[in-house]
């Protein structure tokens, strides 16, 4: 009897299960189109497997991401649970009661000390510095930087460049150094150019490759907690830096004014340019011998130090976030709880996802998997980013409408640009009273 | 009145037989078409309105103060709006001129009596039938300097059309020529094809030259329906958007729709862009309605 009980518990507590799988749960995240939401289609199938919670990653192109992101947040839409959005979109997202807060989540996982610094304080915090935290980081990304490897080491060359500048021909330690291999191999009757990088104006390409500069001479974009900006973004340092990347641009691909990241890695697989600037989420792609015909030259480095020996990265990437017009924010939670498992970390790194978990980074297995690994892991510990706050689309705008005549015309001097965006900005930031807090 | 003036309802038709009234009929057709209107234009248009006197913004969810005529004022005292407006008056210019001399000058070339005609006319309309997007999407690698085939075939180099400053707007222009001149085309052959051919032998007997008869008889005639072309590529150019916005991202060819689009859907100023939709709404409407003035002008003659 007591057999026959024990049966039928069993199979009372089978239908059951059964009978929740058949309401299998599913959850939706949002993400952009590109190859990291397939390796985190991949990654959560296996989610999937264990827990019989069917997840899809749906994606939209990169250039209706915000827009369409934020078209769902506003009419306050439940079709996705999680979004992985840029870690500019925090201000607005949080403010506006689009995420859900996850401090308690945060500090319940010790997530501050598990994910790498930077990640937390640029992908998950807002306001800057004040303990709350809207996401959980989960794609790390910055700007680095490809070179055609045949071309830095041919011999010819070498003795060419030595002979020139006075120096060895190698992976620019510093801004400087890249300029003059830039220089060096500007060459438009041979259809070589020195180097690629962003000038696209229409969303942050160009600004991140400013970024670039900036933050490695040793400049900033602004006080984050006070909205300083006069004698900040107009500093000595940031001139200099939008100087060099004027000079830059005049090594350029001919044509190279629209240009983001398609264009860039292009131009080092159509043979357009020595050196390439990047977010490292595209370099999967020049290792790939079926996308870069010069995968076997291509080699990678990390964004370069400026004239003081500061060394800084533009931050790329996203965080995970809860919506908070989701049906399923339970559910949603406990994916979150597998997503930042040391196992999970792990096997998102070796899919292809980039990682924000410091144990995963430090691991010598994850460094040595690829050729650009090392350099990912360098970048992630010395990154920055621009304004997180909800009116940054504005500041942005107006960075564009000030740095890209400087930059791809000449027009004015990048002191004006840069004085003129100082105002800008601080107009902004008044128009919200950012001031009177 | 209006009832009266109606063809009147075939007493043997099957609607009459179900007892259908002409009035009836009438609704059924109307009301459909009114309700539509109202729920998706003229209702959005008066929110916009109230919304333009706001600071609202889609993307958050405090609620809209009212600021009055502030958000007019920031926008028309907004250096960088202005040079929106010039870049679009300049673009509007060139390119419905281009496409008005081109498709013109097609039409009167084609209006004669030449074999395949048929033929040439519908290859002639096949890039108006191309989505905006491809056409942008394909001129852009047909400018570019490297491996395009314009410079190849014109022998320019490395000429950069899209990045030039000065060249970007016109190298979009040009574009816009290329893919709408057809309709200018097809209305200008219309119309040409309706002047009576007697006034062309009258003008023969009285020896009149090719240019007289040109200003004197073709032109006055065609010119009613050329209006009509020209209203329709002024407003159509004046909303550009999708060609400038994948061909270039030069400020020097930022039509206001871009800067629009930027407002409304990057920037979220949800107030702000609804009070330049405004602005850019009445400019259109004061030119179409000058447009039309001068048409009815050419009509009475």
Redesign the interface.
Same mark, same amino acid.
């Given at each position: 009897m007591r057999i026959r009980v024990a049966g039928l518990v069993a199979g009372l507590a089978a239908s059951l299960a059964y009978s929740t799988s058949a309401f299998a749960q599913e959850l939706t995240i949002f993400w952009a189109e590109w190859d990291p939401a397939n390796y985190l289609q991949e990654l959560v199938n296996e989610y999937e497997a264990e827990t019989g919670v069917k997840v899809t990653v749906e994606t939209t192109p990169w250039q209706d991401f915000q827009t369409k992101a934020f078209t769902e947040f506003n009419a306050q839409g439940s079709a996705y649970d999680m979004v992985v959005g840029d870690s500019q979109w925090l201000g607005a997202a949080s403010e506006a009661g689009h995420y859900v807060d996850l401090t308690e989540f945060f500090n319940k996982h010790n997530l501050g000390e598990v994910m790498a610094p930077a990640t937390v304080k640029y992908y998950a915090e807002y306001p800057s510095g004040s303990g709350k935290f809207w996401a959980i980081p989960a794609e790390g990304d910055a700007v680095g930087w490809s070179y055609r490897k045949d071309w830095f080491e041919d011999p010819k060359e070498m003795e060419a460049f030595k002979a020139k500048y006075g120096y060895d021909l190698a992976p620019p330690k510093t801004w400087a150094e890249m300029r003059d291999i830039a220089e060096f191999f500007h060459r438009p009757d041979q259809n070589r150019y020195g180097i690629a990088i962003y000038t696209d104006n229409s969303y942050d390409g160009l600004v991140m490759g400013v970024e670039n500069a900036i933050f490695s001479y040793g400049g900033e974009l602004g006080d984050y907690a006070t909205y300083e900006v006069d004698g900040i973004i107009n500093s000595e340092e940031n001139v200099k830096a939008l100087e060099m990347y004027r000079e830059l641009y005049g090594f350029t691909p001919p044509g190279w004014a629209k240009t983001f990241f398609v264009e860039n890695n292009q131009a080092i697989t159509e043979n357009l340019a020595a050196m390439s600037m990047n977010y490292f989420a595209f370099f999967p792609a020049l290792v790939n011998e079926a996308s870069n015909p010069n995968a076997k030259s291509t080699g990678f480095f990390a964004n370069p130090a400026g004239p003081g020996g500061a060394q800084f990265a533009a931050l790329g990437g996203q965080g995970i976030s809860v919506i908070s017009y989701s049906e399923n924010q339970e559910e949603a939670m406990k994916f979150l709880e597998w997503f930042i498992k040391d196992e999970t970390q792990k096997r998102w790194a070796e899919l292809g996802g980039y990682t924000a978990s410091a144990k995963v980074l430090e691991s010598p297995e994850f460094q040595n998997a690829t050729p650009y690994n090392k350099a990912f892991y360098e970048t992630m510990f010395k990154v920055k980013d621009f304004w997180a706050t909800p009116e940054y689309a504005e500041l942005l705008i107006q960075m564009n409408q000030r740095s890209y005549p400087y930059v791809t015309a000449g027009e004015g001097s990048a002191k004006e640009a840069l004085d003129a965006l100082a105002a800008d900005w601080k107009a902004t930031f008044e128009k919200y009273d950012r001031y009177k807090q | 009145m209006a009832t009266l003036a109606m063809t009147t309802l075939d007493p043997q038709s099957r609607a009459a037989r179900r007892g259908w009234s002409d009035l009836t009929i009438r609704n059924a057709f109307i009301i459909p078409t009114i309700v539509f209107l109202i729920v998706f234009n003229i209702f959005p248009l008066l929110y916009s309105l109230g919304y333009s006197f706001t600071d609202f913004? #889609? &993307? =958050?969810? #405090?609620p809209a103060n009212f600021v009055g005529l502030a958000n007019y004022r920031a926008l028309l005292n907004d250096p960088?709006i202005w040079s929106n407006f010039a870049i679009t008056a300049k673009y509007v210019i060139v390119s419905v001129t281009g496409q008005v001399v081109v498709g013109f000058g097609v039409a009167m070339l084609l209006n004669r009596t030449i074999p395949f005609k048929g033929l040439i006319t519908t290859l002639l309309l096949l890039p108006m039938m191309l989505s905006m997007a491809v056409v942008g999407l394909f001129w852009k690698l047909l400018y570019? $300097? &490297?491996f395009g085939i314009i410079n190849y075939a014109l022998g320019l180099g490395?000429f @950069?059309?899209? &990045?030039d400053?000065d060249m970007a707007l016109y190298a979009v222009a040009i574009t816009d020529i290329w893919m709408w001149s057809p309709f200018v085309m097809l209305l200008s052959l219309a119309g040409l094809s309706a002047v009576p051919k007697h006034l062309y032998e009258a003008a023969a007997i009285d020896r009149a030259g090719t240019f007289y008869t040109f200003f004197r008889i073709t032109l006055p005639l065609v010119a009613p329906i050329l209006m009509i072309a020209i209203i329709f590529r002024t407003m159509e150019a004046f909303k550009t958007f999708d060609l400038a916005?994948i061909l =270039?991202? /030069? $400020?020097s060819a930022e039509l206001i729709s871009i800067r629009l689009y930027?407002m409304a859907? /990057? @920037?979220? /100023?949800t107030g702000m862009s609804s009070a330049l939709a405004y602005i850019m709404l009445i400019m259109v409407v004061g030119i179409t309605n000058i447009y039309v003035k001068y048409l009815n002008k050419v009509k009475e003659r």
């Open positions: - | 913004r #889609a &993307s =958050t969810n #405090a960088f570019d $300097p &490297s490395r @950069e059309w899209l &990045s400053p916005f =270039t991202s /030069q $400020p930027k859907f /990057q @920037e979220w /100023q």
